[in-house]
Structure formats: structure tokens, C-alpha cells
């Protein structure tokens, strides 16, 4: 079922996916709302994977999974889907959509900073001012008032710093993934790393899923659980994947960029969040860090 798609179809598949996990960061406050966050990270990945239970099989062709693919599984799943989901579910519990959206334009500042650590990529000074608008973004952001107001009030400040961590969790996944599109497929990486994801999470879910009174939920919110589980878990996944497959990993850090653009919209015409001044202006300084970490230099390569 794998297939190597061209390169503008990568492109595609890479800003769809982003736009996707956008839009759920948004949605997902109402679904915090109502449902507990463990018991709804459990929901997502039990959901997810009933959808997908036919990508678990191996394939003929595979080759036996590495003890380092095993541990990058591991890793992709701990960091990119179950601390993610913890971080940004309560994140978005006690901040904005807007805020979230404006703390996530960090990401692919993130993954060059990771890059550089990681993979001892060097860093261009147009990066480090990317870092540096990106950095600007999230102060100014913490100075604003009606937005927090009413997102959480003084907590407003753990929702940011929750969400920041699931920017660092984001672009820990961008990394990992490049890593594991070279000997699986985007099924398999998808279903497996959604199975430890489940794993993971379904001590916490249980006892949360004791003590709820599942007849309270309306069947709107169990609507949007079911795009949430979906999207979460398989779509945005399978379609980050195949990007992946013909894309560079650092190229492909150029649309993380749709994921705070996405999330501040959903927040501001679905929801109703208001986008105050100083919001704004966090906003446009995290989104020069996108441009300014993601554009291409003059001779055509990339400035990270």
C-alpha cells in the first residue's frame, strides 16, 4: 500500500498534514472541557487504532525491525504522539488558541535547533535571528493580558509553557521521522508508533475512565473526539510520512510553519478567541522567525 509520491505531492501531503494537527490543537479545547486529558488521549489512540489495524500487520517485503528502529519507534511514539498529546491537550486546556498558535510558529526554529544538537548541523546567523523573532514572539505573548484572561487566568502561563513543550516534542518527531522512513513504510510507522502511544497511556486513561460519567459527554463532543482520533492519530501521521519519503528532513521543517497559522485561525473564526493587540504583534514577530528559518537563501539553499 506504500508508494513513493512526486515531489509536489510530498509538499502537499507535508502542508496538509501540518494544517490537520493545526487545526485539532485548536479543536481540542473544547474536548478538554469535557472530557478528562488522560482519558481523552486514551480515547484518541484507542480510537486510531481500531481504524488501523490491518496497517499492523508486516509486510512481506519488510525487513525484521532493527533493535535501533525498535528504539526510534519508542522515541517517536514517547515524544511526538504521548507527550505531545499531554502537553498539548493541557496547554490548550488553560491558554488560547491563539496563544498556542503563536507559541507553536517556533517550531522550525526548534527543529534547526535540534538539527544542530543532534545531528551537528551548523546554524546560519539568518537562523539564530529566526530563533531570536521566534523568542521575541513568545515574550510578547506573555505580556498579553485579555487573551490569558480568559483562557485560564493566572494559569495562563503553565498552558504557554505546556505548549512550548509540545513544540520541542514536535520537532523531536520531524527529526526521528526522516530516520524511519528509510526502512518502513508510512502504514506501518503510523499504526506501530500509535500502539505505543496506547500503551503508554492506558494505565492513566483507565483509572480516569473509572471515575467519568461517559453519559455526560453530548454527541457533538463525541463527534469531534472521532475527527480529533483520526486526525491525531492516523491522517496527519500517514501524510507526514509519505512527505517524508522524497522530501529532506530540514526542507520538510518548512511546513511546521502551517501549524500556528492554522491553529490561530481555527481559534479566532470556530471558536471565537479574540486576537488582541499585543497577540498580534506576537504573532507577526513568530512568523518572521518562520519566514526568516524556512525561505530559501539567494543561491537557493537552505539557511539551516
Keep these: 500500500m506504500s508508494f513513493v509520491p512526486s515531489r509536489p505531492l510530498a509538499y502537499a501531503c507535508l502542508a496538509l498534514s501540518m494544517s490537520l494537527v493545526g487545526s485539532y490543537v485548536a479543536l481540542s479545547k473544547p474536548l478538554v472541557a469535557a472530557i478528562p486529558v488522560f482519558l481523552?488521549?486514551?480515547?484518541?489512540?484507542?480510537?486510531?487504532g481500531l481504524a488501523m489495524l490491518h496497517w499492523l500487520k508486516k509486510p512481506a517485503g519488510e525487513p525484521p525491525l532493527a533493535p535501533r528502529t525498535r528504539r526510534?519507534?519508542?522515541l517517536e511514539s514517547f515524544l511526538g504522539?504521548?507527550?505531545?498529546?499531554?502537553?498539548m491537550l493541557w496547554g490548550v486546556s488553560l491558554t488560547s488558541a491563539v496563544s498556542a498558535g503563536v507559541i507553536m510558529a517556533a517550531i522550525p526554529a526548534t527543529v534547526a535547533l535540534l538539527s544542530r544538537v543532534f545531528l551537528h548541523e551548523p546554524i546560519s546567523g539568518r537562523t539564530?535571528?529566526?530563533?531570536?523573532?521566534?523568542?521575541l514572539g513568545i515574550a510578547l505573548l506573555a505580556t498579553a493580558k485579555e487573551g490569558s484572561a480568559q483562557a485560564g487566568g493566572e494559569l495562563?502561563?503553565?498552558?504557554?509553557l505546556l505548549v512550548l513543550g509540545a513544540v520541542l516534542c514536535e520537532a523531536s518527531y520531524a527529526v526521528i521521522g526522516k530516520a524511519l522512513t528509510g526502512t518502513l513504510g508510512p502504514e506501518r510507522i503510523t499504526a506501530l508508533i500509535n500502539l505505543w502511544g496506547f500503551a503508554l497511556v492506558?494505565?492513566?486513561?483507565?483509572?480516569?475512565?473509572?471515575?467519568?460519567?461517559?453519559?455526560?459527554?453530548?454527541?457533538?463532543?463525541w463527534l469531534l473526539l472521532v475527527f480529533y482520533a483520526l486526525a491525531a492519530s492516523i491522517w496527519t501521521v500517514w501524510l507526514w510520512m509519505t512527505g517524508l519519503k522524497v522530501v529532506p528532513a530540514a526542507q520538510a521543517g518548512v511546513f511546521t510553519a502551517m501549524l500556528p497559522v492554522s491553529a490561530a485561525l481555527v481559534g479566532v473564526?470556530?471558536?471565537?478567541?479574540?486576537?488582541?493587540?499585543?497577540?498580534?504583534?506576537?504573532?507577526?514577530?513568530?512568523?518572521a522567525g518562520v519566514l526568516l528559518a524556512t525561505a530559501p537563501s539567494k543561491r537557493g539553499v537552505r539557511s539551516r
Excluded at 539564530?128 to 523568542?135: E, L, N, Q
Design 156 to 160: 495562563a502561563w503553565l498552558g504557554n
Design 269 to 287: 473564526l470556530a471558536l471565537g478567541e479574540p486576537l488582541g493587540a499585543m497577540q498580534l504583534l506576537a504573532f507577526v514577530a513568530a512568523l
Design 81 to 87: 504522539n504521548f507527550l505531545f498529546s499531554l502537553c
Design 40 to 48: 481523552l488521549a486514551w480515547l484518541r489512540f484507542g480510537i486510531g
Design 72 to 74: 526510534l519507534l519508542f
Design 202 to 221: 492506558t494505565p492513566f486513561g483507565l483509572y480516569s475512565a473509572l471515575q467519568f460519567d461517559f453519559a455526560a459527554v453530548a454527541p457533538g463532543t
Design 128 to 135: 539564530w535571528t529566526a530563533i531570536a523573532c521566534a523568542a
